[in-house]
T-cell receptor, first 113, second 112 residues
Framework: AQKITQTQPGMFVQEKEAVTLDCTYD???????LFWYKQPSSGEMIFLIY??????QNATEGRYSLNFQKARKSANLVISASQLGDSAMYFC??????????FGTGTSLTVIP | ETGVTQSPTHLIKTRGQQVTLRCSSQ?????VSWYQQALGQGPQFIFQ???????GRGNFPPRFSGLQFPNYSSELNVNALELDDSALYLC???????????FGQGTRLTVV
């Protein structure tokens, strides 16, 4: 079974609008971390936001927020007030007990002026 | 910038050759991991080093090997290169469990 599933290969959003990128995960470990990374065409993976499995509140970092629904095993990324520079690939990832990162297949986001 | 640097940024090798990729981790980070990202895919875990010892390995053959040095920098070695080894190779450093990893800009390897 896939550890991380991203079902949206590509998404479009109007500049200044909000967009939600979907992510579901699969684990039997009670302790885990969920992450979102942005990968521009240059290739570098840029860390955006982190949510721990025991965190009670949804994580927020500036324009990024993580909609964490533990019972549904979902960790959707919400980007508010989209900017042209947000156009990139976005990867959801999970880490269990200091182990490797499991990445999804990514969502390509295009921000339209 | 993340403080993680990889060299070289681009590389072209012939099938059957050997290659060494290098990574300088972020200061103080004792864990380094390597990922292979094929075109259009998410990164796939190759292996991880913690304080110079390999402490995790993905589904990659033994011709993928690595080292971590006392200053926590790392190398990825690939022997007997195959065409399917063409990919972006990413190095990531982190400190502690569940923490975020910081990635380098990657090395784009092309095998011809």
């Amino acid at each position: 079974a896939q550890k991380i599933t991203q079902t949206q290969p590509g998404m479009f959003v109007q500049e200044k609008e909000a967009v939600t990128l979907d992510c579901t995960y699969d684990t039997s470990d009670p302790s885990y971390g969920l992450f979102w990374y942005k990968q521009p065409s240059s290739g570098e993976m840029i860390f955006l936001i982190y949510q721990g499995s025991y965190d009670q509140q949804n994580a927020t970092e500036g324009r990024y927020s993580l909609n964490f629904q533990k019972a549904r095993k979902s960790a959707n990324l919400v980007i508010s007030a989209s900017q042209l520079g947000d156009s990139a690939m976005y990867f959801c990832a999970m880490r269990e007990r200091g182990d490797q990162f499991y990445f999804g297949t990514g969502t390509s986001l295009t921000v339209i002026p | 910038e993340t403080g993680v640097t990889q060299s070289p940024t681009h590389l072209i090798k012939t099938r059957g050759q050997q290659v060494t990729l290098r990574c300088s981790s972020q200061s103080g980070h004792n864990t380094v991991s390597w990922y292979q990202q094929a075109l259009g895919q998410g990164p796939q875990f190759i292996f991880q080093y913690y304080r110079e010892e390999e402490n995790g390995r993905g589904n990659f053959p033994p011709r993928f090997s690595g080292l971590q040095f006392p200053n926590y920098s790392s190398e990825l070695n690939v022997n007997a290169l195959e065409l399917d080894d063409s990919a972006l190779y990413l190095c990531a450093s982190s400190l502690g469990e569940y923490t975020e990893a910081f990635f380098g800009q990657g090395t784009r390897l092309t095998v011809v």
